[in-house]
C-alpha cells in the first residue's frame, strides 16, 4: 500500500501492516493518530530505553507503553520524558522515568510531527517542547515518527503554519525580527507565541520564548536555513528536525504504512 501523498508513493512499506477492520474512512483524526501511534509501539521491547515523545499523537503511545508494562507484556522499560507533560503522563501510567545524565543513548524514540517532507524531514515543536524533543531524538538508534496523513507535505513549510524557533526572552522582538529577514524571499512572518485568553506570553519549560516563523514559500536548502537559523545570537533551537526519523509510520482513511529510511 502507497502513502497517500503523491510525494510518497513509491516508498519502502511494511507489508505486515493491516487495514484497521473498523472502517478506516469513517475514523477520526485522533483515532487514526491512535492507530498509528499502536503500531509504533509494536517495535518497544523489554529492556529498552525510550524516548517518550510529547503531543496528541505521542501521548497515545505513552499510555500503551504503560497498558503493556502494568499487564506485564514488556518489562524493565526506562522512559526518557521530552516535556513535563510527558513526564507527569509517563508517571501516572507507570513507565519508570530517568534522563540523559543516566541515559546517554536511547534504543528507540516515539513521538509525532507536524510536518514530514518526502525525506522524513520534520517540523516539530507546535507543542512547545522542540528544545528536549531535539536533545532526546538526538540520541537515540532508532527515532519512529508517528503521524496521520494530514501532516505529510512536498516542503517543510508547506502548511501554511508555525515553523517554531524557540529564542530567549532577552531583546526577543530584535531575534524575532532578525529572523524574519532572514526568510524575507519566502514571505516570512514571525509571530512571538501567546496563549490564553488574555493573550499571555508562551513560556517552553526550559523558560524561553518561541517565535513561530509562517512561510509562504519553500526556504530551499533546509541545512544551510538550519545553520543560519543556529548561528543567530538569541536563538535557542528550531523546530527542523532533519535527517533524524529512521521510521515513518502514517494513518490514513485507507490503512496504516510504515516506511523505512
Known amino acids: 500500500m502507497a502513502l497517500a501523498h503523491p510525494n510518497f508513493i513509491g516508498s519502502e512499506v511494511d507489508s505486515s501492516v493491516m487495514v484497521s477492520s473498523e472502517s478506516p474512512i469513517n475514523l477520526s483524526q485522533d483515532e487514526l493518530k491512535k492507530i498509528a501511534a499502536y503500531k509504533a509501539v509494536e517495535f518497544v521491547e523489554s529492556g529498552m530505553v525510550l524516548g517518550l515523545g510529547t503531543g496528541s499523537t505521542a501521548c497515545h503511545a505513552v499510555a500503551k507503553i504503560g497498558e503493556l508494562l ?3 507484556k514488556l ?3 526506562i522512559g526518557i520524558p521530552t516535556s513535563k507533560k510527558t513526564h507527569e503522563q509517563a508517571v501516572s501510567v507507570g513507565i519508570p522515568l530517568s534522563d540523559l545524565d543516566s541515559y546517554p543513548v536511547i534504543d528507540l524514540a516515539i513521538d509525532g510531527a507536524d ?5 522524513l524531514n520534520l517540523v516539530k515543536g507546535r507543542g512547545g517542547s522542540l528544545l528536549r524533543e531535539k536533545m532526546v531524538e538526538g540520541a537515540c538508534k532508532k527515532f519512529v515518527v508517528i503521524v496521520d496523513e494530514t501532516k505529510l507535505v512536498n516542503y517543510l513549510g ?3 503554519l508555525a515553523m517554531p524557533v524557540e529564542i ?3 531583546c526577543w522582538k530584535f531575534t524575532a525580527q532578525r529572523l524574519e529577514l532572514m526568510f524575507e524571499e519566502a514571505g516570512c512572518v514571525a ?3 501567546k496563549v ?3 493573550g499571555e506570553v508562551y513560556v517552553t519549560d526550559n523558560g524561553n520564548y518561541i517565535v513561530d516563523l509562517y512561510l509562504k514559500k519553500d526556504i530551499g536548502d533546509l541545512k544551510v536555513a538550519s545553520d543560519e537559523i543556529l548561528r543567530l545570537a538569541g536563538v535557542v533551537e528550531h523546530g527542523m528536525f532533519l535527517d533524524m526519523a529512521t521510521t515513518l509510520i502514517v494513518a490514513g482513511k485507507l490503512g496504516v504504512t510504515v516506511r523505512n529510511k
Not at 115 to 119: H, I, K
Request: charged share 35%; hydrophobic share 20%.
Open 70 to 72: 502494568q499487564q506485564g
Open 191 to 193: 509571530k512571538l507565541r
Open 115 to 119: 510536518e514530514v517532507d518526502p525525506y
Open 196 to 198: 490564553g485568553e488574555n
Open 158 to 160: 508547506e502548511s501554511k
Open 75 to 77: 518489562k524493565n522499560i
Open 168 to 170: 530567549v526572552p532577552f
